[in-house]
């Protein structure tokens, strides 16, 4: 969700200026509702606009993220399809709808749609990490090791995609790997990262044991004299 930024969001060509100015003002204050934790005022707020401006993409877009985060996948779903169905040439409508499916376990569906994102707007990181976790819950790694590349390339500074490639090394049992990726989430959100925070301190646990389970073998193997 873009709180409004860019454009008219969808709005009829025929709302007056002065009229259009003001929903949008009003999604803007939805998505500012919604950030500071307001979060019932902000759905009211888009309720109003689109009693008014049902074809408003924008508003569903926000509503439909602001739904995802309250874990209401089915509700964000319709409000992101309905949004698709208005401008289908928005990227970010894809990926948030990707988003989504991967929240509600659909894999499957979650790359089509990830993939129709990054083919509207291929410097889309998200979109390209989207792509990266629905291919690894497809059981795809190294695949999704190159999504993540390439999304980390586009947007270094992305913490989400350094947890999610970081959890991907873990799973193929490159702790090193996933320790120093895991690490850099942590320095670039250090507040509320637990994701990062959990991957790493699995991943000294698991290096201090086989560190000591090297140093174990190399003992028993002494020749004593």
Not at 61 to 85: K, N, P, S, Y
């Amino acid at each position: 969700g873009a709180g409004g930024a860019g454009d008219d969001g969808g709005l009829d060509e025929a709302t007056p200026p002065a009229q259009q100015d003001r929903l949008m003002a009003e999604v803007a204050e939805a998505w500012e509702l919604w950030t500071s934790g307001r979060d019932e005022e902000a759905l009211c707020k888009y309720s109003e606009v689109l009693r008014v401006a049902p074809r408003c993409w924008q508003a569903l877009q926000d509503r439909g993220v602001h739904f995802i985060r309250r874990g209401e996948l089915r509700r964000a779903d319709a409000d992101l399809t309905a949004a698709l169905q208005i401008d289908p040439s928005r990227a970010s409508l894809w990926n948030d709808r990707a988003a989504c499916r991967l929240e509600a376990g659909e894999p499957e569906a979650a790359l089509s749609d990830a993939e129709e994102a990054v083919a509207l707007e291929p410097e889309l990181a998200g979109a390209r990490s989207n792509r990266g976790n629905a291919l690894r819950q497809l059981g795809r790694p190294e695949a999704a090791k190159l999504e993540y590349n390439h999304a980390l390339e586009l947007s270094p500074s992305d913490a989400v995609t350094w947890n999610n490639r970081g959890a991907l090394h873990e799973q193929l049992g490159n702790l090193v790997a996933a320790h120093l990726d895991f690490a850099h989430a942590l320095e670039l959100n250090p507040q509320g990262n637990t994701r990062a925070l959990f991957g790493l301190l699995l991943c000294c646990a698991a290096l201090s044991g086989s560190k000591k389970g090297a140093k174990e073998r190399d003992t028993s193997e002494l020749v004593p004299f």
